[in-house]
């Protein structure tokens, strides 16, 4: 059998953090605060792929949003493909997000966010004959402070830096 690379800490450590982002999502949260709850998700994801793109890329996204989709009672898959294509643009350049300043990364996670929530809102408007609302994006605006916020924190205590 070959290596993957994936030491058992190291997938403890991203199957604990991929959970907890699950959990997050559906937590209740005051009302401040409610604007970045579904962030979560994407943001653990987006720090693996950047992080492990090697072991943790489309497969990993499609996985985690069947896992959303159903813990949401949503249309089973439209989460699953969207965090596939998210998965996908960012593992594709990975190499080229390393290395751009924070507020750099911050810019490009917001806009992945708005990307990825437009792809489910588009799928569920589409699915279910309700009007695209494009004013649902706007919440999506203030998740790069919060991506601000998580590498920084996660680069302090993980022991293996982006590469």
Do not use: C
Request: net charge positive; aromatic share 10%.
């Amino acid at each position: 059998m070959a290596n993957s690379g994936i030491t058992v800490n190291e997938m403890l450590r991203i199957v604990l953090t991929l959970a907890l982002a699950l959990v997050l999502q559906v937590s209740p949260w005051p009302a401040p605060l409610a604007i970045v709850r579904d962030a979560w998700v994407p943001l653990v994801l987006i720090y693996w792929v950047l992080a492990m793109s090697d072991q943790i890329n489309i497969g990993t996204g499609f996985t985690l949003g069947l896992l959303w989709d159903a813990q949401l009672n949503g249309i089973l898959g439209t989460r699953a493909l969207a965090l596939s294509l998210l998965a996908y643009g960012v593992a594709s350049s990975a190499s080229q997000w390393r290395t751009l300043p924070l507020i750099q990364q911050t810019a490009f996670f917001t806009l992945s966010m708005v990307a990825l929530h437009g792809v489910i809102l588009g799928i569920e408007s589409f699915m279910l004959s309700t009007g695209f609302r494009a004013s649902l994006l706007w919440n999506h605006a203030f998740d790069g402070l919060l991506w601000l916020g998580f590498s920084l924190l996660i680069g302090r205590l993980s022991p293996k830096k982006l590469r």
